[in-house]
């Protein structure tokens, strides 16, 4: 069944914005793939903090705390605070200020709290010897480090920063791969009030400088190197060659001797230059914080220039990320959770500060889960116990081409939640993962926002069900709703994902570039902002991502979101990943075309290439028949593994000489370049 394009047939409704009812679930049986056990929902973080609060763990209970998230701040987000242990080295003077408007609303003023304190004081000395990080390498090598270990690496880290002259505001790059280093690296910068700026760890020099020129970082936390697939990549000559290239004011570099590499195999500028901190250093208490002081930085692609710098506060990011992950993930003290992801990205420092917060062991994850072995990621779930496993939907997409066998050599009984963010599925593969890999018995925690939300919008949880590829709910704290063009809402329809309250979490603007964020998010409707993804309530309640809004495809007037001609191209066997893009039209206005990449080596044939457009007719019908449904070796990709569908349009149309293609923008987030190529000779 086609679960996550599938509109409802009834009536198009329309409510006015002020008086709409808050979401009200009404499960029905038939289309759930997942029911929650009363008495896991009863006891669940969740259940328990509804309990606290007044009401029923239920969805009804569940409804009820989500109106007076958003109705009455002042008294929810201090209960939050109360239930997840987080204390305020000075309380704010109130929880929510909107003198400046929604769009600069400013949470927790007066406030000050600190990030790094918020991971560890709370938890020292009493559980010095509890694990903080489990780390996989590469080649299978294994390290584990106590809360203990990494407060006395990020101890030594922050005193190395502070003795060379990094202060409060300052910015610090953070260019590293995924090891325990990072994570201690990412506190100390917080710990004395500087201002982490995340690298993805696969980027290049003109990548990296970009970042560094845009915030004037004036320290470069990077490594000698890492290992992907078997193979020794370098870091510390692309870091020194971005330096070069920005010409950011870069007065420290500490280097994490990840390879074991010598400064005489490395450009080593002993000025300049230093390796990750050994020395014992006196740790000194953390800097006092405001709760609106920048913690971090994040960069995201842009469509056209520059890349955005999302900036995350001290007291709403942490916040934000803790309350999704303790009521969503239902994670708490003495849980295991992985997440496939690196600290680019947003859900990097999202597995170091949440899980840390909630006193849980990260595991990190060095390469790519299918090396050396394809059933690296189930081995590494069976050996260590790990109870919360989170991956994008590309990668379960690459790991069931791989093989149910591989996974069923596995005793994975340790998991409870699995979770998926990152981009929208095709029901086959969340089917397969929900199957092959959670037994039919675990939720699968669909998770969807972004780097400017501070963490999601939409969401499950362990008290409702679950459609294959769906939401169960809207994020606590998120008054989220669904637009049609004129702004009003609709249901059983695809329209704009849009927030109508602002919420911790929410990025204080862009870096440098306040009117360019009013101008992304706050635009198109009065005080709402509009996220950019295409999103559709069924008549159950349950929500759907259908993609970027930006991706939206229109052919004679309707309009069609990527995710629904993917899907059902994906469920054919031949075929392994796809993506769906719109070109110019003489009649039509727009057409669609499709690319495709075979599964198990076949290849593609114009039998087989009829059989595909077939499938699109009898899915979607006669008028969104493909101009034609190309065969290629790759697709572009992040390296968070979001398909880059304006780069395939891009392409495309310019191998085809159409002069309407544009430009290709940013491409600083592509994770495999070679990818543009494979489209220019797609068959």
């Known amino acids: 069944m086609k679960h996550s394009a599938r509109l409802v047939d009834s009536p198009r409704l329309r409510m006015d914005r002020t008086t709409q009812p808050r979401y009200r679930p009404t499960p029905m049986a038939g289309d759930w793939i997942w029911q929650p056990d009363p008495a896991r929902a009863a006891s669940s973080r969740l259940?328990?903090?509804?309990?606290?609060?007044?009401?029923?763990?239920?969805?009804?209970?569940?409804?009820?705390?989500?109106d007076r998230s958003i109705a009455d701040p002042e008294r929810f987000w201090p209960a939050v605070l109360r239930d997840l242990g987080i204390e305020w080295e000075r309380p704010p003077e109130r929880i929510l200020d909107e003198t400046r408007g929604p769009a600069w609303a400013r949470w927790f003023p007066g406030g000050r709290i600190?990030?790094?304190?918020?991971?560890?004081?709370?938890?020292?000395?009493?559980?010095?010897?509890?694990i903080a990080i489990h780390w996989e390498g590469d080649g299978g090598e294994h390290r584990e480090w106590t809360l203990g270990e990494l407060a006395a690496e990020v101890g030594r880290c922050a005193e190395t920063l502070a003795e060379a002259g990094i202060r409060a505001g300052d910015r610090v790059a953070l260019f590293a791969p995924m090891v325990p280093e990072t994570a201690a690296a990412l506190l100390a910068v917080l710990r004395i009030g500087a201002v982490v700026v995340p690298c993805f760890s696969g980027y290049g020099v003109e990548a990296v400088a970009t970042r560094l020129a845009d915030s004037q970082a004036r320290a470069v936390i990077t490594a000698d190197g890492f290992r992907r697939r078997g193979h020794d990549v370098a870091m510390k000559e692309i870091a020194d060659a971005a330096i070069e290239l920005s010409g950011a004011p870069v007065e420290r570099v500490l280097v994490i001797p990840r390879l074991g590499r010598s400064e005489r195999d490395l450009r080593w500028h002993p000025e300049r230059d230093r390796w990750w901190p050994v020395d014992e250093i006196l740790p000194t208490p953390p800097a006092s914080t405001a709760a609106g002081d920048p913690a971090l930085v994040m960069y995201t692609s842009g469509t056209t220039g520059r890349p955005k710098g999302v900036v995350a506060t001290h007291g709403g990011f942490p916040l934000k990320i803790a309350t999704d992950m303790a009521y969503c993930f239902d994670v708490e003290a003495g849980d295991l959770i992985l997440w496939v992801t690196d600290i680019g990205w947003v859900m990097g420092p999202w597995l170091i500060l949440g899980s840390l917060t909630l006193g849980a062991t990260m595991v990190m994850l060095e390469g790519v889960p299918d090396y050396p072995e394809p059933d690296r990621l189930w081995s590494t779930v069976a050996r260590l116990g790990v109870t919360h496993l989170g991956l994008a939907p590309t990668v379960a997409r690459a790991l069931r081409e791989k093989g149910d066998e591989w996974i069923h050599r596995h005793d994975l009984s340790s998991l409870r939640v699995l979770g998926s963010t990152g981009e929208a599925w095709n029901p086959e593969p969340y089917e397969w993962l929900s199957r092959e890999v959670g037994g039919g018995a675990l939720p699968i925690v669909n998770y969807s926002g972004g780097t400017e939300i501070g963490g999601g919008i939409v969401g499950c949880t362990l008290l409702h069900p679950v459609k294959p590829c769906g939401f169960s709910v809207p994020i606590l704290g998120i008054d989220a709703d669904v637009w049609g063009e004129d702004?009003?809402?609709?249901?059983?329809?695809?329209?704009?994902?849009?927030?109508?309250?602002?919420?911790?979490?929410?990025?204080?603007?862009?870096?440098?570039?306040?009117?360019?964020?009013?101008?992304?998010?706050?635009?198109?409707?009065?005080?709402?902002?509009?996220h950019g993804d295409w999103a559709r309530i069924d008549a159950d309640g349950c929500w759907f991502i259908e993609g970027r809004s930006d991706d939206t495809i229109k052919i004679a007037g309707k309009r069609l979101g990527p995710a629904e001609a993917e899907s059902l191209l994906v469920a054919h066997p031949a075929v392994a990943e796809a993506a769906a893009i719109e070109v110019p039209h003489p009649v039509k206005g727009g057409g669609l075309v499709c690319f495709v990449v075979l599964a198990g080596g076949r290849v593609g044939d114009e039998p087989l290439r009829a059989e595909l457009v077939g499938r699109i007719v009898a899915g979607l019908g006669k008028a969104m028949k493909p101009e034609t449904v190309l065969f290629t070796a790759a697709i572009p990709k992040t390296r968070n593994a979001k398909i880059m569908r304006r780069l395939i349009r891009a392409t495309h149309l310019e191998q085809r000489g159409d002069a309407r293609f544009g430009t290709l923008g940013d491409v600083s987030a592509l994770d495999n370049p070679e990818a543009l190529q494979a489209i220019r000779e797609a068959r």
């Open 47 to 66: 259940g328990r903090f509804l309990r606290a609060s007044g009401l029923t763990p239920s969805p009804d209970g569940y409804a009820r705390l989500h």
């Open 114 to 130: 600190n990030a790094a304190r918020t991971c560890l004081e709370r938890w020292l000395p009493a559980r010095s010897d509890a």
């Open 487 to 530: 702004g009003a809402p609709v249901r059983g329809e695809v329209g704009e994902l849009v927030i109508r309250r602002p919420w911790p979490g929410m990025t204080d603007g862009f870096w440098r570039d306040p009117a360019r964020y009013e101008a992304t998010y706050w635009s198109r409707w009065n005080d709402t902002w509009v």
